[in-house]
Every structure is written in structure tokens, then in C-alpha cells.
């Protein structure tokens, strides 16, 4: 079983900055893919960003592309979302997702929910005009 835990969230000011992080615990891993989607009240769950564990390579949203960069630790399971420039759009709760890469997830596309199979519980992200 694998935990992620977030941390970061919070609230911003327009054209500000936020920093999110999230660490994997329990069972030793090395992922197919770190990702982060967000969900607004009323909207369903959107791809943000997302890296390859081990050609690091990077996928992002149109939306955040540009603003936004994700990046991984080298010694340990972990990502990380610098949320640059951001609008009160970006307003959402963000998750941290995994993937193993085991049995047909990642035949998936890495902006699919479908390739994942452990989230984090989810950080408010406020960002006020």
C-alpha cells in the first residue's frame, strides 16, 4: 500500500506564487509516473501536470503550461508543482497521484486518471484577484 501526502496548499494572491510537495510512504516503489490533477466545486477531476519517473520527462496542461513545473527528488519518491503566475482560475483542491506501471496502466496516457492508482487526499489551492 502506498501513502501520499501533500503539502503546500494554501492561499495566494493573483500572479503570485505557491509551491506544492508530495511524498510517497509504505511500500517500497519506484512509480511509472507522478502526476497532479485538480478538481473545482461542480467540475470533475482535471489533469495538471505530469513526469515520467524515469526519463523525467514532463506533460502539462495547456491551461498551466508555461506557469507551472514539475520536478521530482532524486532520493526519495517525492514531486513537486511550482505554481507560478497563477489566477484565481487555478482555484481548486490539487491531488498528487501515483503510478506503478503495473498490468495495463501504463498503456494509458499519462494525462488520464486511468494509469494511476494512488492519490493523495487533495490541498486547497485559494487564489484571490
Known amino acids: 500500500q502506498v501513502q501520499l501526502v501533500e503539502s503546500g496548499g494554501g492561499l495566494a494572491q493573483a500572479d503570485g506564487s505557491l509551491r506544492l510537495s508530495c511524498a510517497a510512504s509504505g511500500r517500497t516503489f519506484t512509480p511509472w509516473a507522478m502526476g497532479w490533477f485538480r478538481q473545482s466545486p461542480g467540475k470533475a477531476r482535471e489533469f495538471v501536470a505530469a513526469?515520467?519517473?524515469?526519463?523525467?520527462?514532463?506533460f502539462y496542461a495547456g491551461s498551466v503550461k508555461g506557469r507551472f513545473t514539475i520536478s521530482r527528488d532524486n532520493d526519495k519518491v517525492a514531486v513537486h508543482l511550482q505554481m507560478d503566475n497563477l489566477t484565481p482560475q487555478d482555484t481548486a483542491v490539487y491531488y498528487c497521484?501515483?503510478?506503478?506501471?503495473?498490468?495495463?496502466?501504463?498503456?494509458?496516457?499519462?494525462?488520464?486518471?486511468?494509469?494511476?492508482?494512488?492519490w493523495g487526499q487533495g490541498t486547497q489551492v485559494t487564489v484571490s484577484s
Open positions: 497521484a501515483a503510478s506503478a506501471g503495473t498490468g495495463y496502466s501504463a498503456t494509458y496516457p499519462i494525462q488520464s486518471t486511468r494509469p494511476y492508482d494512488s
Open positions: 513526469l515520467a519517473w524515469n526519463s523525467r520527462n514532463t
